[in-house]
C-alpha cells in the first residue's frame, strides 16, 4: 500500500510534492521519489527510505526555476524489494508515473512488451503500466492512459506526467483510493485527503474506473464505460491539526486522547437522545425487516469490534450473528442468501481482504453494509448501504479511535433494530443513549491516569511475553489490547478467553510473565476474579483492570481502575489503559510507533 501525489498550478510543484508525501509516509515507507517536468524535460529524483532521505537527494539535484507539474510516491513494497530501481516514479520515454495499486496480469503484459523490444529496469508491475502508457503514446497522454488501462487487471491509483506535454496531469483509480483537490488555479491528486489538506479543503471523490484529464483550464473526467462525467465537489471539514500531531508526540498518542471526541462526534450524527431515536442513512437499513441473520466481517482491529459487536446484536436483535475474519470468511465459501446481512468494518475501506469478501457477499446475494472511516473508500462504496464512523484521519499504524467509534456504531445498529423489532422500548432506547453520552466524560477520566500508566510502563518495557486474559465483551478487549502492545513494541502478547485457562495458557504462568486480567464489575466479575485467583496461586504476576474502588485492586500486582459504568459499555473504557500501556511501553523501547515495522496503514493486498 503506498501514497501517490501529483501537482499542476503556479506554484513550486516541489515542495507541494514532499508536503503531500511526508503527510502520506505512514501507507508505506520503504522507498519514495518525485518526477518534475521543467523546461520540457522530466527530472526524476528517487531513494530508498523515508521522505528525508529524498529530500537529501534532491538538495544535490534541484531543477532551476518554477517547475509547475510533479507527481510524487512513497512505497511500501508488493512487487521487487525495496530499491531505487523499483521506487516510483517510473519512466518509459517522455512518460513519468507513480502506482498504487497491484496488477495481477502484470507479467502477461510484460512479456508482450518485452517482445517488442522493450527492457525494464525494475521487478515492478508500476513500470510495465509506465511501458504500456509509452507504447500507446503518440502525443496524447489522456489517450494513452485510457487505452493502457484497458488492458489492466487489479488494482491501480494512478498519476501519470509526460515531458511533452507540461500542462496535462492524468490520473486515473480502480479498487485503489485517489482524490483530486481544487485549489485557486491550481490542481492536486493525492491517496487520501490529509495530504492535500494545508493547500485546499475543496475536494473531489473520483468513483471507480474514473480517469481525470487535469489542464490549467480545468479538469474532466471520464467513467469507467468512458462516458464524460462530473464528481461533486465536497469540503473536507478537517482542520489540518486533525491531520497533524497538535503537540503530541506521535499521531497514535493524539489518536488515543481524540477517543473521547471522536466518539461525541460519531454519537452526535446518529442519535436524538431525547426522542429515544438513532437515525442511520436509509440506504443502510433498506430490507431490515427482512433479515434473519448477520453475518460481520473484518480484519485487525476492526475484526475484534465485530466480536464486542456480536455480544449486543444476538440478544438485543434476537438473529444469530456470525463473525469472520476477512481471509477466512473468503476461504470457506460462506452460505449467505437475500435474508443474511453481511456487515464489513474497516477503517480505512480498503483492506483487500475485507473488500473482497464483501464482493463475494454480494455475489451471494447478501444485503451488505459498510462501517468505515474513510468517506468514499472502496468499501463503502460497494456495500448497498454505509455507516460512517466519523473518527477523523486516523494516521497511526495502531487503530485507536476507529475502534471505539466502529464499536459504538455497532451499539447503535443493536439499538435502531431491537427498537424496530418491537424488542426494545423507546423510554429504554432514549435511557441506553442518554449513558452513551456520559461515555466521553468517562474515557476523559481514565484518559487522565496517562502518567500512572506511563509509569507501569517503565516497570514493564523490557518484558519479553504478556498474557491477556478476558471474558465475555471484554474478551475481544483482551485481543485487542495483546494486539494494540505486540504490533508496536514488537512484544509477544497473546489475548485469551479467560476461560480457556485451565486448557492451556495456565502452563504458561511463571515469575516474569505479566498476565492482563480484565474484570470490571459485570456479570462474569466472579469468573474473572477466579482467574486471577489462579494466577497468583502459581506465583503469577497480575495487572488488573477494574472498576475504580473495586476489592480486585487489592487482590493484584498493580491496578488500572475505570469509573462504573453498565455493564455493557465497559469495552469502551477497558481498551483505553490498554491501549496507553502499549503506546508507552513502544515509546519508552524507542520503536517507531506510528509507522511500526513490516507494517502499513490499509493493507490494500490480498
Ligand atoms: C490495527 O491496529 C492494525 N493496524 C490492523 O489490524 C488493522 O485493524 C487491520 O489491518 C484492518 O484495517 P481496516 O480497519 O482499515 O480494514
Redesign the pocket.
Known amino acids: 500500500m503506498c501514497g501517490i501525489v501529483g501537482y499542476l498550478g503556479e506554484e513550486k510543484a516541489l515542495g507541494v510534492l514532499l508536503e503531500g508525501l511526508k503527510r502520506l509516509e505512514y501507507r508505506g515507507y520503504d522507498s519514495a521519489g518525485v518526477a518534475l517536468v521543467s523546461g520540457e524535460r522530466l527530472h526524476v529524483v528517487k531513494s530508498v527510505g523515508k521522505i528525508r532521505e529524498l529530500e537529501r537527494a534532491l538538495r544535490d539535484v534541484e531543477p532551476e526555476g518554477t517547475i509547475h507539474l510533479g507527481i510524487g510516491h512513497t512505497r511500501w513494497a508488493t512487487h521487487g524489494r525495496p530499491s531505487e530501481a523499483n521506487a516510483h516514479p517510473h519512466v518509459a520515454g517522455p512518460i513519468a508515473l507513480v502506482h498504487n495499486g497491484i496488477i495481477e496480469n502484470y507479467l502477461e503484459i510484460k512479456r508482450e512488451l518485452e517482445e517488442e523490444g522493450y527492457t525494464f529496469l525494475s521487478d515492478t508491475d508500476s513500470e510495465v503500466v509506465a511501458r504500456l502508457i509509452f507504447h500507446h503514446y503518440g502525443g496524447d497522454l489522456f489517450e494513452a492512459v485510457r487505452e493502457a488501462l484497458k488492458r489492466l487487471k487489479g488494482a491501480y491509483a494512478l498519476a501519470v506526467i509526460s515531458e511533452e506535454e507540461p500542462n496535462c496531469l492524468v490520473g486515473a483509480r480502480k479498487d485503489s483510493p485517489l482524490v483530486l483537490g481544487l485549489g485557486e488555479g491550481e490542481f492536486f491528486l493525492a491517496s487520501d485527503i490529509p495530504a492535500i489538506l494545508p493547500f485546499t479543503r475543496r475536494v473531489l471523490l473520483l468513483n471507480n474506473g474514473d480517469k481525470v484529464l487535469i489542464t490549467p483550464q480545468g479538469v474532466s473526467i471520464v467513467d469507467e464505460a468512458g462516458v464524460a462525467v462530473e464528481r461533486p465537489v465536497q469540503r473536507i471539514m478537517w482542520s489540518i491539526a486533525q491531520a497533524e500531531k497538535a503537540g503530541y508526540k506521535h499521531f497514535m498518542q493524539k489518536e488515543i486522547f481524540e477517543q473521547p471526541r471522536a466518539l461525541a462526534d460519531t454519537l452526535r450524527s446518529y442519535i436524538s437522545p431525547e426522542k429515544g431515536e438513532v437515525y442511520f442513512p436509509q440506504a443502510a437499513l433498506d430490507d431490515a425487516s427482512r433479515w434473519r441473520r448477520v453475518t460481520m466481517v473484518?480484519?485487525?482491529?476492526?475484526?475484534?469490534a465485530a466480536l464486542v459487536g456480536r455480544v449486543w446484536l444476538e440478544p438485543l436483535v434476537g438473529v444469530p450473528v456470525e463473525v469472520d475474519i476477512?481471509s477466512e470468511f473468503r476461504a470457506r465459501d460462506p452460505a449467505l442468501d437475500g435474508d443474511s446481512l453481511a456487515i464489513f468494518?474497516?477503517?480505512?475501506?480498503?483492506?483487500a481482504?475485507?473488500l473482497a469478501a464483501l464482493r463475494l457477499a454480494r455475489g451471494k446475494g447478501a444485503r451488505t453494509l459498510a462501517v468505515?472511516?474513510?468517506v468514499g473508500s472502496s468499501?463503502s462504496r460497494e456495500a448497498h448501504g454505509v455507516i460512517y464512523t466519523h473518527a477523523g484521519p486516523e494516521i497511526?499504524?495502531?487503530?485507536?479511535k476507529?475502534?471505539v467509534t466502529?464499536m459504538v456504531v455497532l451499539y447503535l445498529l443493536a439499538l435502531r433494530l431491537a427498537s424496530d423489532r418491537g424488542r426494545m422500548e423507546k423510554e429504554e432506547v432514549s435511557r441506553r443513549l442518554g449513558v452513551l453520552l456520559s461515555l466521553p466524560g468517562k474515557m476523559e477520566e481514565v484518559l487522565a491516569r496517562e502518567g500512572e500508566i506511563e509509569g507501569l510502563a517503565r516497570e514493564y518495557f523490557q518484558v519479553k511475553d504478556f498474557l491477556y486474559l478476558g471474558r465475555w465483551l471484554n474478551y475481544p478487549i483482551a485481543l485487542?489490547g495483546a494486539?494494540?502492545l505486540k504490533?508496536?513494541s514488537y512484544i509477544h502478547a497473546e489475548g485469551y478467553p479467560a476461560g480457556e485457562m485451565k486448557h492451556g495458557p495456565i502452563a504458561l504462568i511463571e515469575e516474569g510473565l505479566p498476565v492482563v486480567a480484565i474484570a470490571p464489575r459485570d456479570r462474569v466479575y466472579d469468573k474473572m476474579v477466579a482467574n486471577v485467583e489462579e494466577v497468583k496461586s502459581r506465583d503469577g504476576e497480575v495487572i488488573g483492570v477494574g472498576t475504580q474502588g473495586d476489592p480486585l485492586g487489592q487482590r493484584v500486582d498493580r491496578f488500572l481502575s475505570i469509573p462504573p459504568v453498565d455493564e455493557e459499555l465497559t469495552p469502551f473504557l477497558t481498551v483505553l489503559p490498554l491501549q496507553l500501556l502499549a503506546y508507552f511501553i513502544a515509546d519508552r523501547k524507542g520503536c517507531d510507533v506510528d509507522q511500526p515495522r513490516n507494517?502499513a496503514?490499509?493493507?490494500t493486498v490480498g
Do not use: M, P, R
Not at 468494518?345 to 483492506?351: A, M, N, R
Not at 497511526?396 to 485507536?400: I, M, N, R
Open positions: 473484518a480484519c485487525g482491529t476492526s475484526w475484534h476477512a468494518i474497516s477503517q480505512s475501506g480498503e483492506t481482504d475485507t468505515c472511516n474513510v468499501i497511526g499504524v495502531a487503530s485507536t476507529a475502534f466502529q485487542e494486539l494494540k504490533e508496536i507494517l496503514k490499509s493493507v
